[in-house]
């Protein structure tokens, strides 16, 4: 009767998923509370988008809320999604930086680190498993899936193999877009567990195409060890699978799980109510996102596509459109189209349709994903599609992105003390977000006098003045 | 490369389940067209309580919707869900009625009749399979799933032997409730294929639970043959499993499926705007229900006595209340938590808390199932529990209910007539719903003659005066 092990996700993806990422550290303490007792083998609630949108819009400091979290946690691992050598943030970031991070993260309260990158170039992976190793945190080192003709099981195997020789504890699948079938969750999975046996095999797989149940259950009848879930008032959409209906499917086919599904179900009827609160970001479809099976491009991304062409008034190039983005992306060496390629593809391939002409006008981004700014492509790019875009300028998949970087916390150090820097927390925030960081150290202050609301109250105060306003 | 058929429900049990029957026929006419191009196996058109909702509340006469979408479904069987004996109603008709109904039904267009009792009585479902049966449609006939500890595999296994021996074409498990696991799904099914060899097997189950695409998945490894699906925009929440995932889930398994899944697409892209109108009915939460996982009992009726006990300043009582329900559907012989026997022990239950003694007060409904007037429970009922509850009355079990009634449509047909029935299907109107039909009949008059408006422009005007009349 083998165990399957769960890792709730609640908490950063599913609010991430669903609400936006603005749930508020209050609004989340009774919840880990509950969660903590429940048995999970981890609670993934931190980093992602999470990091940002505290210091961006919630005006929270992401350090106070991980540590209020362990705080609560006492009994459960507390984990994070580490974007390799981006981190939580949206571009490459020095090794000194990865590095003050993790430690960083690890001193206040994490102890696994989910990490991955978008193109599976591990070397963009590889100093933040060093560092997490280093100080003896447990790492998934993560697949990063999608589709395409170099997306094979035997692709993945191999990114598996990298990662193992680096060191990772546990193999993680991490289905962002939600486009993994249950046929091949259990060809990938069944291959891993055959290819490293010794390695627990992990699976995060959204739910936005509704194959994530089902891919969960195969991948666990393949041999999958352990999986992600969210409570039920926080699952489906483009979250996950919910929690309580999968402990009990696994539990009916003689799978033990150790986790309280009363309880869980319990802080799924308190977020219930929680919810309510967020209404205004609660904004998603309540049925799943099918386009994707056929063309891989999410929802959002079409959505935009027709608000871009709208402004052009070029509507009906829409399937146009889409048909260049399966191209661009082939171009391209088949990234993902997940943030940010998917926006470096879908930009692209909406300037080729609005030109009329494949690449007469390149974006920066697409120049500098084709150089090897963002890592290697999964697949080599075509000789005249390089020069098409390059010119004469070389590519550099040889160099990894960092080695380009120069050390920044101590060139930045002063910098963000003088913007009002107060910590080392504080000083990683405005290494990785300066302007926003700065925003954020400047309302703190005047928020500890007394002299600034909470987002939210500014802009409920600012909605009445503009209706007393009106005659 | 065995195949696997499917019948869309999109248009009865997608907006039943998720836009409370309220969509007009005129807002599915082009959706039909287009899903009859699909190859769909049949369309699940009419029946349930679509007759009574366009009756009641938007004054369309059914009979003319299930014209109109035979008129443009020139490709597909259309099908329709009947109550067995209830029909399309609320209580036991008598023999004429039902003969006439299902006569009627497939002269306007119903080949196909999915014909189910709650309680699994087959005698309840005698006469609508003989019916329909000898006008040579094709039956499914139903194995109503639900969880207790008489309904085990061998029990269906006893109920398809009895529908086979009245001649239905495929065995159909309606799993109504969304309980259905996949284990018991692969379970039931096996056995099924199993003891009815030459029978198809076909699966009907809703996604409440979020177990549905699961089951489905584990029923067409057992050997299912066909099952029921939603276009996107009408999957999921308590409807039932995307059509396009479940293709495109099986086809990678290597199953044929024979259904046109971009034109299914298409359509859904089609009811995503249509279903914008019908906004105020889209009220459901976008998450599953969980709890009936661990007790059955559906969220609404957990809301329903969450307000009744409210009401009588008892909140606290709730866990009571779900206790109590169990003991009373134990008592009452398992029936299953769906309409009506929903109602029935959820009632009576709140009344056995509310007066702090068990049967001590008892609805006329209870009396009335314990009797037998619903027909036979599916476990025994115990003597003292009999007692308690008829007194001194003898239970009638050994009596098909409808055989205590008489025959009605000649009865009620003068009545019918003046009441304003112009037809035959006017007259099964009435026959069903006297006090509904004459109000239909009495506003289809005046509307006819410019006297009256459709019920949302009645409302309109009504909210619009209301809203000038403030100050
Ligand atoms: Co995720
Ligand atoms: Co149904």
Redesign the pocket.
Known sequence: MREILITD?SLR?GIQ?VLATRVRTDDMLYIIELLDKCGFWSLEVWG?ATYDVCLRYLKEDPWERLRKFKDVAKNTRLEM?LRGQNIVGYRHYPDDVVEAFVKRAYDNGIEVFRIFDALNDVRNMRKAIQVAKSVGSTVKGVLSYTISPVHTVEYYVNIAKELVELGIDIISI?D?AGLLSPKVAYDLVSALKSEFPKYPVHL?T?TTADLAEMAQLKGVEAGVDMIDTAFYSLSCQTS?PPGETMIYVLREFGYKVSVDEKLYQKAGDVFREVRKKYSRYDVLPPYPDVGVLSHQVPGGMITNFISQLREQGMEDKLEQVLEEVKKVREDLGYPPLVTPTSQIVGSQAFLNVLHGERYKVVTKETKDYVKGLYGKPPAPIKEEIIKKILGEEETIYHIRPADLLEPEMEKIRQEALQAGARSEEDILSYALFPLVAKEFFEWREKFEKGQALLPELEEGIKEQERKEKVP
Request: hydrophobic share 20%; aromatic share 0%; no cysteine.
């Open positions: 996700v993806d998923s992602g999604l991490k962002q995060h959204q996950h």
